[in-house]
């Protein structure tokens, strides 16, 4: 699902943005402060649905809902405001919802829960990997827990190499990056791959892991990932990106630098 979100005040649209991207974690999210810079977006990017302010600058969140239609007749509106006053003229332009501020992951899950016009489902099993901020992996959209925690440590880390193979003595030096005893780490990691494998074979992803002799990978076009979107140029990944890379693991912090 791509969705887009328009608000002219900055503080306003960060809200809105987090809220979406913590209640539908596989969509893809692109913010705009101007309709003019939304309609540009639609123009070229089919959306399924829009989350408007109202009381914006040059163009209302009314008219920027009916430009938008003409253009995507089938796309859900939702407007996002802190007045109540226009909730008749949504329901005459047949609008998908209408949320009040402050805006909660809730309100918005329960608008997407229930649009005007409905989006077929995404196939099951498909990753979604969070980078930006805190590393977080979500499967059919819920967050994936690891029997071990150097399990999902080792996913962020070949995430992070982007489909690059990486030894697992690579792997040990940077999971216990501080530690002496490397070798006596060497079990333990067998214990770390085997959980990671496993369970996101439970979610049908054990495919997005490749392996070799001796070396693990990614396949990067097998998950979504708003860092590979970053990489790619495209909107979502660059809106995502907030000034924080994987901030739970310090040897992200080579990567936030050149993300800088």
């Known amino acids: 699902m791509r969705i887009i979100a328009v ?28 309709g003019a810079a939304a309609l540009e977006y639609v123009s070229e990017n089919k959306c399924e649905a829009a989350f408007l302010d109202i009381e914006m600058g040059s163009m209302n969140g009314i008219a920027l809902a009916k430009a938008l239609k003409l253009k995507s007749p089938e796309i859900n509106i939702i407007f996002s405001t802190g007045y109540i006053e226009y909730a008749l003229e949504a329901i005459e332009m047949h609008a998908s919802g209408y949320i009040t501020k402050p805006i909660t992951v809730e309100k918005v899950r329960n608008e997407l829960d229930n649009l005007r016009f409905r989006i077929p489902e995404a196939p099951r099993g498909r990753l979604f990997i969070q980078c930006f901020g805190n590393f977080e992996v979500f499967a059919d959209g819920k967050p994936v827990s690891f029997k071990y925690s150097k399990a999902k440590e080792l996913l962020a880390y070949i995430v ?41 074979k439970k979610f049908g992803c054990g495919d997005v892991i490749i392996r070799q ?48």
């Open 213 to 260: 002799r001796g070396s693990i990978a990614i396949d990067a076009k097998k998950v979504q990932c708003d860092y590979f979107d970053w990489l790619d140029g495209n909107a979502e990944g660059i809106n995502a990106y907030k000034g924080e890379y994987m901030q739970q693991y310090s040897w992200g912090e080579l990567r936030h630098g050149l993300l800088e």
């Open 160 to 200: 992070d190499r982007h489909g690059a193979m990486c030894t697992n003595g690579e792997a040990i030096s940077v999971l216990w990056e501080n530690n002496d005893n490397l070798d006596g780490k060497a079990v333990y990691f067998k214990s770390v791959r085997r959980d990671l494998i496993s369970t996101l």
């Open 7 to 34: 608000d002219d005040e900055e503080i306003a649209l960060e809200n809105l943005e987090s809220a979406i991207r913590e209640a539908e974690p596989f969509a893809e999210v692109a913010v705009f402060d101007t």
